[in-house]
């Protein structure tokens, strides 16, 4: 994990990007056009649920997958895709990512901040989803940072290169929230941050103590709605509502099953201190993220049936990460628990398939269960698996076709489908570079200081130190 990583962009790189995300949003735009019809023909169909079909075909209508074998026929008019040498398996499913974020990922000035929405901040523009489609990720699920012990709300996208907001918002996915236990809510009132203003909670303890104290307001104000709504049901008149919440509505929801908790975490006590919180309340824990402890305890959440989105083989990077083992996501899964292999990095994303594979090296995974932990298990953690995570008929028709076995180090993809359409060509991406290099050639010149300004100033004529930095941390 990195713990705080600063990105500083001067000026003229940061309008370099910019044109760089026309481009790409204009190659995208390119890409979706055509037949509604698609056939994915003489490829190694890797279905996930139905075994490996060698030169199999994948018939796709209006963005569904509407046959899957060998030797169908391409209907007239159909955009054809001869995959012959070629892998394709559903598109990566990444359970923890933070891409596409306007403006921040954590909201550090409360302990519960599930008032903060996710959804009113997405960036189609930001170009991580192009680079992670680049790596075969077709959806993910965006997540408030980890600052706080009840983060903000979050949202399960499709990166769709092109769209609007909305146009990325996988439609039917349920909602979720942030929770996060350990150092990452407790340290947020470090003093050593210039200006650091100092919350509670200061402890574990503390963090524990903050969830508690929500769900308890939560379920009064849920009697309180419930009781209003139960007299007007009946004819009762002159009846006024309850005050509205905006903090406790999301947790309503969690009370309801309407609203997924996915929550941030690494040791043993505390996972088992949430789950137990989690049952006094009446409410169930999803996923747990990271989760680098959870082979210390994966019987007990098999038992719970909470699902674990975890690392690789990331560890010791901090403290309370100090016990975590490769071995992790192989323990867990032979223990009964569905497990991912997630990113929490918008370049880890780009190899997760690589990632999977490592399961195999450190707990003996087969294949098949590694490819699972990014494709099929991501999507039962989000609840979205009858609609993706494998090559079925009439789930959506999303999938990356790489050049080799997508466990192989070699493997890149060739092309990553959404809902029938290519939102990533390879061949493409490779004959658009020249043009994008002149373009920021052109670019770089315009952004040269004129000659006798005297110094890096620019055209706005500042001098060292007035770049414009631009700090963005990333959660882990």
């Not at 983060?151 to 092109?162: A, D, F, P």
């Not at 990014?374 to 009439?394: C, D, M, W």
């Not at 070699?410 to 570079?433: E, H, L, N, P, W």
């Amino acid at each position: 994990m990195k713990n705080l990583r600063n990105k500083i962009m001067l000026s003229g790189v940061v309008a370099t990007l910019a044109i760089t995300a026309v481009s790409l949003s204009s190659r995208s735009s390119q890409a979706q056009g055509g037949s509604n019809v698609m056939l994915i023909k003489n490829a190694t169909v890797l279905t996930i649920t139905k075994g490996t079909i060698q030169h199999g075909s994948i018939l796709v209508r209006d963005g569904k997958i509407a046959e899957v074998g060998t030797n169908i026929a391409a209907p007239a008019g159909a955009n054809v895709i001869d995959a012959t040498g070629l892998f394709v398996m559903p598109g990566i499913i990444d359970c923890h990512s933070h891409i596409a974020i306007q403006g921040g990922v954590n909201e550090g000035s409360v302990s519960d901040s599930s008032m903060a929405n996710i959804l009113d901040v997405l960036n189609p523009a930001d170009p991580d989803i192009y680079r992670d489609l680049a790596g075969g990720v077709t959806v993910a699920n965006v997540l408030h940072g980890s600052a706080n012990a009840i983060g903000g709300q979050t949202v399960v996208i499709k990166l769709r290169w092109g769209a609007n907001a909305d146009g990325l918002v996988f439609q039917g996915a349920m909602p979720g929230i942030k929770f996060a236990l350990g150092e990452n809510p407790k340290r947020s009132n470090n003093p050593a941050i210039p200006g650091q203003v100092r919350r509670y909670p200061e402890s574990r303890l503390g963090v524990e103590d903050v969830i508690r104290q929500s769900f308890t307001e939560a379920v009064a104000y849920k009697k309180e709605w419930d009781d209003y709504n139960s007299a007007k049901a009946v004819g009762k008149t002159n009846l006024i509502p309850p005050r509205r919440d905006l903090r406790l509505d999301p947790l309503v929801e969690v009370l309801e099953g309407k609203r997924y908790v996915h929550s941030h975490c690494y040791r043993a006590d505390e996972i088992l201190m949430l789950l137990r919180v989690s049952d006094e309340f009446h409410f169930k824990v999803r996923t747990l993220q990271h989760v680098l402890e959870g082979y210390k305890v994966a019987k007990e959440l098999a038992a719970y049936g909470v699902g674990a989105s975890t690392f690789s083989d990331w560890w010791s990077y901090k403290q309370e990460a100090w016990d975590a083992i490769p071995y992790n996501a192989a323990i867990m899964t032979q223990k009964g628990v569905v497990v991912s292999i997630n990113s929490d990095d918008a370049e880890e994303a780009q190899h997760l398939n690589q990632e999977a594979a490592k399961t195999m090296k450190y707990g003996g995974m087969t294949r098949d269960q590694a490819i699972d932990m990014v494709t099929i298990n991501p999507a039962k953690q989000l609840g979205i698996e009858k609609r993706v995570g494998s090559i079925e008929v009439g789930k959506d028709a999303d999938f990356a076709i790489y050049n080799h076995d997508p466990l192989s180090v070699y493997s890149v993809v060739q092309k990553t489908i959404i809902d029938g359409k290519v939102y990533f060509d390879r061949d493409k991406d490779i004959a658009m570079r020249p043009e994008l290099a002149k373009e920021k050639q052109i670019l770089m010149e315009k952004e040269r200081p004129a000659t006798g300004t005297g110094g890096r100033g620019g055209r706005g004529g500042r001098g060292p130190g007035g770049e414009g930095i631009s700090i963005q941390d990333q959660e882990k």
